[in-house]
């Protein structure tokens, strides 16, 4: 059998999972349902962080080390409506650069599996 590439592979790689998060960050920035969430962070640092996560969760050689899901969203309280808004936001990207509809199927179910540590926290 064929082996079977891994999503961050699938995806191009770090430098194809940093084009998508640079356009999602715009995507967030620009989106008055959730901008306001964001009005404070440290968008180089968050950037970083999250193209790390997004390479070690897809199967890559990245470590992140920032806090659990669960410890960064605590105390947030964030609504079904604005994870929603997130997800949205990172489609867009998404699409924008053509990512095939396995991968995005595959990314998308990994942020839904961390959706019950950082809604309603």
Do not use: W
């Not at 790689?13 to 995507?27: H, L, Q, S």
């Amino acid at each position: 059998a064929m082996e079977q590439k891994s999503l961050y592979d699938r995806l191009g790689g770090k430098p194809a999972i940093t084009a998508v998060v640079d356009d999602f960050i715009g995507n967030v920035a620009g989106d008055t349902r959730i901008n306001k969430r964001f009005a404070t962070a440290d968008i180089p640092r968050l950037k970083t962080m999250l193209v790390n996560q997004i390479c070690q969760a897809s199967g890559g050689p990245c470590t992140y080390t920032g806090a659990s899901m669960k410890d960064a969203h605590k105390g947030m309280k964030i609504t079904d409506a604005e994870f929603t808004a997130l997800v949205e936001d990172l489609v867009k990207s998404l699409d924008k650069f053509k990512v095939g509809a396995q991968e995005k199927s595959d990314l998308l179910g990994a942020l839904g599996d961390m959706k019950p540590d950082i809604v309603n926290q």
